[in-house]
């Protein structure tokens, strides 16, 4: 087995929403980083609209990590995560920068702290964006609106056509509920948008930084990059 790997990376957590990922790719794209997502949905092939998925082409430019990895019908963890982002850490030279984003506090704290819960250390240090809950509300709103004239109900026909039977951590996701009206999901991501900023708050010690490019960077500057250990990779490929 392939011994354990330290890298130098970017991290940028944040709730849905908050306009980290936007963020994220227009600083990676200066830094002609690669970017590994650090989001519990992504990884499932296929939901794409409901997830807020990047589009295709910036998934390609940025070669990015943690997206696609599994189908509806697999069970996913914070542990298997992990596994897959050694793997494409393992693709990523030496030579290029890593920016890891998302708003899955378990997995940064998989990634920093390891999977024992029996933590000793204080919780890790990382930027996490900070923004108003009723902008957030209104951008979930607006979002929503794009989802569902972009096809959301039609790809969840077809998810649940192609997969009739979800593994429990698929069935998570919002938006893909059969039955789930447009306010039933509106209301459904607003309380994970709480509950992801209250994660943070508890669970990490946050370098809340301003939604902007200016603010991540500065902070980026002042603090980064982290160096993180990723476990052996198990095949050496990209996720």
């Known amino acids: 087995m ?84 050694a793997d494409w850490a393992a693709s990523v030279p030496a030579s290029v920068p890593i920016v890891i ?18 933590w000793e250390k204080p919780p890790p240090e990382y930027p996490v964006v900070k923004i108003d809950r009723a902008v957030v509300r209104e951008r979930i709103r607006a979002r929503l609106d794009d989802m569902f004239m972009t096809g959301l109900e039609e790809e969840k026909r077809r998810l649940h056509a192609q997969y009739p039977v979800w593994s429990r951590t698929a069935s998570l996701a919002i938006g893909y509920r059969e039955g789930d009206s447009r306010e039933k999901i509106l209301t459904r991501t607003c309380q994970l948008a ?35 250990t990723f476990p052996p990779a198990t095949r050496g490929a990209g996720i």
């Open 2 to 85: 392939s011994a354990s790997l330290t890298r130098d990376a970017y991290l940028l957590a944040g709730p849905t929403a908050s306009g980290k990922s936007a963020i994220a790719a227009e600083l990676a794209r200066e830094m002609g980083a690669r970017i590994l997502s650090a989001d519990s949905m992504l990884v499932y092939r296929g939901m794409d609209i409901g997830t807020a998925k990047p589009p295709r082409e910036e998934i390609e430019e940025f070669g990015m990590g943690g997206v696609d990895v599994v189908t509806p019908a697999e069970e996913f963890s914070s542990g298997a995560w992990l596994r897959a982002a």
């Open 194 to 228: 709480k509950r992801q900023d209250t994660w943070f708050r508890h669970q990490a010690t946050p370098l809340y930084v301003e939604p902007s490019a200016d603010a991540v960077r500065a902070c980026w500057r002042a603090r980064g990059p982290w160096s993180v």
């Open 101 to 118: 984003v998302g708003g899955t506090g378990l997995y940064f704290s998989a990634l920093l702290r390891g999977l024992d819960r029996r």
